[in-house]
């Protein structure tokens, strides 16, 4: 009789044939795939997370529908009502930042508020400019600096 050690396998304790999926260039079962077909109609590779979607975690987040941002104008506008100085925009952009630091909005969000207020700020200088046109007012030179010391 022969007698075998734990750690050695003999050819009689090996399957016949390997599993389906066994092996590195096995394909997954359809099933088991993410039912999502992209543009050109081809499926997605990812394993399906949910069962009930048939959705990998990639597409099933996908289709979740996404929550209404929160309404923060009071937080935002409180006592402002026109952007007409710096002041008022710096104001808008202190509380901005406040919002963002208590993750009360979205750092994609408040970029695109940022850029917006950045835009009423350099418009600014600009209405003042065509203001100062309107009017027509001449241009005043005053000439009463001293004269030079010619000794």
């Known amino acids: 009789m022969q007698e ?9 304790n ?39 979607s048939g959705l990998c975690f990639r597409h099933a987040g996908l289709r979740v529908p996404k929550k209404d941002p929160e309404d923060l104008s009071d937080d935002l506008l409180r006592e402002l009502t026109e952007f007409h100085s710096a002041y008022e925009v710096n104001e ?39 203001e100062k046109d309107e009017k027509n007012e001449p241009v005043e030179i005053i000439l009463d600096g001293p004269r030079p010391n010619r000794d």
């Open 4 to 12: 075998t050690s734990p750690i050695s396998i003999s050819s009689q």
């Open 92 to 130: 808008f952009l202190a509380r901005l930042l406040f919002l963002l630091v208590r993750n009360r909005i979205s750092p994609k969000r408040a970029g695109v508020l940022t850029y917006i207020a950045a835009q009423l700020l350099h418009s600014l200088g600009l209405v003042r400019l065509v």
């Open 14 to 52: 090996l399957p016949l044939s390997l599993p389906q999926n066994a092996g590195a260039g096995s394909v997954p079962n359809a099933s088991v795939r993410c039912s999502h077909l992209t543009r050109t109609g081809r499926p997605c590779q990812l394993p399906v997370m949910d069962a009930t």
